[in-house]
């Protein structure tokens, strides 16, 4: 059982360049989610989905977009990328059904935009 | 104000000591709360969560939710060096489908 499975790892981006973050998980989930982590920031939301086809903007939606291309599948989109969206992105999923669900996150994908 | 605040810096404990963490949130409809832990260069991971008013207790950890004042607190009894890392609070209001995050506050085991 893998759970929520980040592509890729690492990743080094020149300004303006784009680029896909990818995320799957096989635990049926209905809703997930992307954060990003900064130092002293925190975990931010970015964008969620509550089910699949439906998407809503998060903290800090700005310069992203996200596809929820099906149940087990949610991917972050950076169209131009930027220096202020160096940081760590974790993908999460949780199952909805109650709301003590927790949320089961990825390994993270440490991204640098120089 | 923030909507969930962890406000206290690093917190070194000695071994086999007691820390205690605490959170505050600012939104009373919050229902759901959770402590998440995260070693470095690692993804977060649920130690415990709480809903009710009162002490929840789970092996060495123990979550204490006061709703009236708007805090919920982690107790790691009988510290030991594997429990050095950051721990995350969280919370959630039934419905909003979205989860707030404090910074988090990071623990030092000194053996």
């Known amino acids: 059982n893998a759970g929520v499975t980040q592509t890729p790892k690492f990743q080094v981006l020149k300004t303006g360049q784009s680029m896909t973050l990818q995320c799957a998980q096989d635990m049926n989930h209905n809703s997930m989610y992307w954060y990003r982590q900064d130092p002293g920031m925190g975990l931010r939301l970015i964008y969620y989905?509550?089910?699949?086809?439906?998407?809503d903007k998060g903290e800090v939606p700005n310069g992203y977009n996200v596809s929820r291309l099906n149940k087990r599948e949610f991917s972050l989109r950076l169209e131009s990328a930027a220096p202020s969206q160096t940081s760590v992105y974790f993908c999460a999923s949780s199952d909805e059904s109650s709301y003590n669900s927790p949320l089961h996150f990825g390994n993270g994908t440490r991204l640098t935009v120089t | 104000q923030k909507e969930v605040e962890q406000n206290s810096g690093p917190l070194s404990v000695p071994e086999g000591a007691i820390a205690s963490l605490n959170c505050t949130y600012s939104d009373r409809g919050s229902q759901s709360f959770f402590w998440y832990r995260q070693y470095s260069g690692k993804s977060p991971e649920l130690i415990m969560f709480i809903y009710s008013n009162g002490d929840k207790e789970d092996g060495r950890f123990t979550a204490q939710l006061n709703k009236a004042s708007q805090y919920v607190s982690l107790l790691i009894r009988d510290s030991q060096p594997s429990d050095s890392a950051t721990y995350l609070c969280a919370v959630i209001r039934y419905g909003n489908n979205r989860l707030a995050f404090g910074k988090g506050n990071q623990v030092v085991v000194i053996p």
């Open positions: 989905s509550a089910s699949e086809g439906t998407t």
